[in-house]
């Protein structure tokens, strides 16, 4: 019912569609369209909880095949279970500290080297929901082409929009997506987005990302989408 505030008050909004149902379209547009297939969600769905079983902030993990999600039944054509973010209650904080103040906390602090935030049209037929262009716009604004990106964060709740989010990023085969396992293992309400951050920058500071790309997002289908480059100093 609070998701559904987001959408179109004159024309969408009065049928009450669920956040997974809206997802679903989405997900058929990407169908349809011949850019993925349901095992390309479902190796998602696979390698994010397969990643959370190493994260102690992850609500949901597992080592669980792709195949065997595709033997889930359908939750929403054509989303199954795994496709689908769980239920997820939580909150976090990010604090953000300025030159000599950051390098007297930690050893390696996490330096911000660009950020932007990009809005799409709330109506989803005003839309290609299969491409992010609200992404593909902040990542140009923030500089990510400007380096090699080892970790990217995504906010991703369901499978198939990490395939879009990392095509409108411009991400490669060496960048390692969600190694906490994002948010189809963790998915608390108005903080995924912000989580994201904090584990990129965790992975910066620990030395395990010299650069990395966080990404959150809002609204229906990608609506609105945050982008941001963190980087480590090297000594």
């Known amino acids: 019912m609070v998701l559904t505030r987001q959408l179109d008050p004159i024309t969408v909004a009065p049928l009450w569609p669920d956040s997974v149902s809206i997802a679903a379209l989405q997900a058929r547009a990407m169908l349809d369209s011949g850019k993925a297939t349901e095992a390309d ?3 998602v769905a696979s390698r994010s909880r397969r990643n959370a079983l190493d994260n102690p902030k992850a609500q949901l993990a597992w080592d669980r095949s792709a195949e065997e999600v595709l033997s889930e ?75 090699p990106v080892d970790v990217a964060e995504l906010h991703a ?26 948010a189809l293992a963790a998915n608390a309400m108005l903080t995924a987005g912000l989580v994201r951050i904090g584990e990129l920058a965790d992975r910066v500071m620990s030395g395990e990302a010299r650069r990395g790309v966080a990404h959150a997002t809002s609204g229906p289908c990608l609506q609105q989408n945050l982008v941001c480059v963190l980087e480590g100093e090297e000594a």
Do not use: M
């Open 73 to 147: 039944p359908y939750t929403v054509a054509p989303l199954r279970r795994s496709d689908c973010p769980p239920i997820t209650d939580g909150a976090a904080a990010v604090v953000l500290a300025a030159g000599d103040v950051a390098r007297s906390k930690v050893d390696r602090p996490a330096w911000i080297r660009g950020i932007d935030h990009r809005v799409e049209p709330i109506h989803l037929g005003l839309r290609d929901l299969t491409v992010s262009e609200s992404t593909r716009l902040a990542a140009s604004k923030a500089g990510v082409a400007d380096g």
């Open 157 to 182: 709740p369901f499978s198939h929009q990490e395939l879009i989010l990392a095509e409108a990023l411009g991400l490669g085969v060496d960048t390692r997506i969600n190694p906490s396992g994002g």
């Open 41 to 43: 969600f479902a190796e």
